[in-house]
């Protein structure tokens, strides 16, 4: 019998079981990523209000375009939680999944806002 061969054997096997194990984590928990193609989709039902391209054309409704995705995500779970509440925001803010809050501000974070100054005479 080969004592050398057998002793290296179970820290071999324990390689590939850890091998395996942390392949399946990575399959069974993948990495939430923003998603702005699936949040373009999801936006059309926010158009109405706050414009095709997140320029709102609804005057009580905010621009939601160029804004940090930090801040739409904030504003979204707080409508939700009822930490922030409005009778339009409060109802359309209550199906959207965690995912789908992450993919709407990818995609109205992602549009570029350009700003002028106006023609202000000094
Ligand atoms: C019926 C009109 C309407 C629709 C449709 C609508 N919103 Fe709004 N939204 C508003 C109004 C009005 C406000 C301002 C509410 C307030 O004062 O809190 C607002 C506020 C927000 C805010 C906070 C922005 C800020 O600057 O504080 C976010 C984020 C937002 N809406 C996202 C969405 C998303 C995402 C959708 C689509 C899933 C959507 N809204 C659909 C009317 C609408």
Known sequence: MNLTRLAARPPARMMQCMTIGLMLGTLTVPVQAADAERGRELARQCSVC?????????????HLAGQ????????????QSGARA????????????????????????????????PDVKP
């Open 68 to 79: 940090s995705s930090l801040y739409l995500e904030k504003s979204l779970a707080d409508y």
């Open 50 to 62: 706050h414009g095709k391209l997140g320029l709102a054309n609804d005057p009580e409704a905010p």
């Open 86 to 117: 409005d009778r339009r925001m409060t109802l359309i803010a209550e199906p959207l999944s965690p995912a789908d809050i992450k993919d709407l501000a990818a995609w109205y974070s992602s549009l570029v806002v350009s700003v002028e100054e």
